[in-house]
């Protein structure tokens, strides 16, 4: 068995490269503990890592971050939601008309929408049923 020392090779963690690669010794606690070594891809030189603790560190991180995940609704969710819970009746879509925040509205084009709101005195933010779009009012 070869003894550790300065100058020798050793397999170790490099946190630059994200590997395990093949290190020189560059300084020892003492006899048996190596302090810091020098990668030998990218020259740098870092605390001794051993591999093997660094692995069981990097597989218990994977399995908490799997565990955020985040809900995204379809637009056609919405679209239903939206022209389920309005109470007025359904407009023709003209640029000339006035909407407000809950209207439906029929377009020509994109079919039944629902005024999600009003961007501006002549902007409104429409949900259709498979896009949202926005458009112009009140000209």
Not at 44 to 51: G, I, L, M, R, V
Not at 59 to 87: C, F, H, P, Q
């Amino acid at each position: 068995m070869s003894e550790l020392s300065v100058g020798k090779e050793v397999l170790s963690y490099c946190s630059k490269c994200k590997l395990t690669l093949a290190h020189t010794i560059v300084a020892m606690k003492d006899t048996q503990t190596i302090h810091r070594v020098e990668c030998r891809t990218c020259k740098n030189t870092h605390a001794y890592k051993d591999p093997s603790a660094v692995k069981m560190k990097a597989a218990t991180r994977k399995k908490t971050t799997r565990k955020t995940t985040k809900k995204t609704t379809s637009v056609a969710d919405l679209w239903m939601e939206a022209i389920n819970s309005a109470t007025s009746k359904s407009q023709e879509y003209s640029i000339r008309a006035k909407f407000a925040q809950g209207d439906i509205i029929d377009h020509p084009k994109f079919g039944p929408g629902f005024i999600d709101r009003t961007i501006d005195e002549d902007k409104i933010e429409v949900i259709f049923r498979h896009e949202i779009k926005t458009l112009i009012h009140n000209k």
